[in-house]
């Protein structure tokens, strides 16, 4: 992954240990190497996952590692989208009952993220205006945690109700800049 500045040992395991600690404490701002979203998508995408991205620069170097199995949205086992996505979270394949595993992972690169501690921030560079509050309860969550994503409420609302017949579901990974930010299947998730 150096054609994204990324070290393909050192940068993957610790994007993989990043990705791993907001999973397990979903609605927390973790640390990553930079391109989050780039970290992540080297962590998780290997030659037995099909990935849609619209990143071509991302694509191309998958694809020159052997690493590239593309496919469209709602065949893909893992959905990158950059802003606002022309998808639909309902129409991402969300795994089946005997196999919830199955579900994507939608890995989002948006231009504001913060939890309710205050870590994370806005990109002075986004053209993105969106900016929505989540509240997540759950497992990994004592209580309830609240969250800022820089995409539209109605999209957050299609992810959360995707969410509703867990187990199955998708998992969905915002990342900006350093910072990412996990929501797994397994969570509920209120949009305010």
């Keep these: 992954m150096r054609a994204l500045g990324l070290d393909p040992v050192t940068d993957t395991r610790r994007a993989f240990a990043g990705l791993r600690t907001a999973m397990a404490r979903p609605g927390t701002v973790q640390r990553l190497p930079a391109p989050a979203d780039h970290a992540v998508l080297a962590a998780l995408v290997d030659h037995k996952v099909c990935l849609s991205t619209p990143d071509q620069r991302l694509a191309d170097a998958f694809s020159r590692e052997g690493r590239l199995v593309a496919a469209a949205p709602p065949e893909a086992d893992v959905v990158h989208a950059v802003g606002t996505p022309d998808w639909d979270p309902t129409d991402l394949n969300r795994g089946r009952l005997v196999e919830p595993s199955e579900g ?6 948006v231009g504001t993220l913060a939890d309710g501690t205050g870590d994370g921030t806005r ?11 989540v509240r997540v309860r759950g497992p990994g969550v004592p209580g309830e945690r609240t969250a800022t994503v820089g995409l539209p409420a109605d999209h957050l609302r299609d992810l959360s109700r995707v969410g509703a017949d867990y187990p199955r579901g998708i998992d969905a990974v915002f990342a900006m800049e350093d910072r990412v930010l996990a929501l797994p299947r397994s969570v509920t998730m209120e949009v305010t």
């Design 104 to 109: 994507a992972t939608a890995v989002y690169r």
């Design 123 to 133: 990109d002075a560079n986004s053209t993105d205006g969106a900016k929505t509050t």
